[in-house]
């Protein structure tokens, strides 16, 4: 009786089954990433790196979900809902207060991507005019809360020379700037230049202006994940730093992503980009100037005790990231 069938047959499962662990081998890893705004320009590389295909190359599936503000990013961090969150640098002021999460890469230095804007109308003509206003913020210990306060404690007023109100979103702020129940609005500049282009409004500070040494944005993991899959970790920041390097090499695609996922027109997308584009860190790397003026500002507005250890708040393990 002839063997030949046999052999064939058990030929054709080896090939079967190499091609099935292959496929298996190569499946990407799906991942959630939470942004702190879903409208903010500096957070667009995750679209950047999906779209182009950026992460997919590091075997990576990323899920974009949106939220709303620092305190939102920690909360989806704490509860499993995100595996990277991308958010603040005063952000960090929650992992020294317990946040099962850590800093892996700074990405965002001044920021150039934050500023203050009234309605156009506004009697509000300058920066000496938002003494003792209310000005609306996104979250409790937010950038856009700190970066308030610091305007007005360098203008001479106090920590408490402007009043604040978290309204979340940046389409919540706008709507409650535009019914006169805050006298102005400290969100994403972008935000600022639709309201010019549209004429509904203008911005009076620009907020690098007081902070020229800082770390505004940072990619924020699950401690969990970070003890588990550093290898996961690594692939992601490549991927994202690597869509960065792609933004800087492409202004054109940028933009038209820029104005799909923002909603922007062509006219403020490409403001948004030649304004924001030097904010973006290449490497990941903690400035050591900037993380002080960090640590020493959270015991300054009592957000923190005492001054907290680097290890509290960002792990330099992957760093500098090579794509």
């Known amino acids: 009786m002839s063997t030949k069938p046999t052999i064939v047959s058990a030929a054709i499962l080896c090939i079967v089954l190499f091609v099935a662990n292959v496929g298996t081998g190569f499946a990407a890893d799906k991942i959630r990433v939470g942004k702190a705004q879903s409208a903010a320009w500096i957070f667009l ?14 075997g990576l599936d990323v899920e974009i979900l949106d939220l709303a503000g620092d305190a939102k990013v ?8 995100i595996d990277f969150g991308l958010g603040s640098g005063p952000g960090m002021a929650f992992l020294a207060k317990g946040s099962p999460a850590m800093g892996v890469a700074a990405f965002g230095g001044a920021p150039r991507g934050v500023s203050t804007m009234v309605l156009a109308d506004s009697p509000i003509k300058t920066v000496a005019d938002l003494k003792g206003k209310l000005v609306s913020v996104s979250t409790k210990g937010s950038l856009t809360e700190w970066l308030t306060e610091q305007m007005a404690i360098q203008e001479g007023w106090g920590a408490d020379g402007i009043r604040t109100v978290a309204l979340g979103a940046i389409a919540n702020a706008i709507a409650s700037l535009k019914a006169g129940q805050v006298d102005a609005v400290t969100l994403a500049t972008e935000a600022g230049f639709k309201l010019e282009e549209e004429k509904q409004g ?5 907020m690098d202006k007081y902070a020229p040494h800082f770390i505004s944005e940072v990619v924020f993991v699950r401690k969990s994940l970070l003890e588990n899959d550093p290898a996961l970790v690594d692939r992601f920041l490549k991927g994202f730093f690597a869509a960065i390097a792609f933004e800087k090499a492409n202004k054109e695609k940028t933009s038209a992503i820029a104005e799909r996922v923002l909603h922007q027109s062509p006219t403020v997308a490409g403001r948004t980009y030649d304004y924001e584009i030097s904010m973006f860190e290449t490497d990941g790397h903690f400035d050591e100037k900037a993380v002080e003026v960090l640590k020493k500002s959270f015991v300054d507005t009592h957000t923190l005790s005492e001054i907290p250890r680097d290890d509290q708040l960002f792990t330099t393990r992957f760093l500098p990231v090579k794509p």
């Open 45 to 58: 590389p995750v679209d950047v790196g999906i779209d182009e295909g950026i992460f997919a190359r590091y």
């Open 74 to 81: 920690q909360q989806a961090l704490a509860s499993d809902s």
């Open 202 to 206: 203008r911005i009076v500070a620009y």
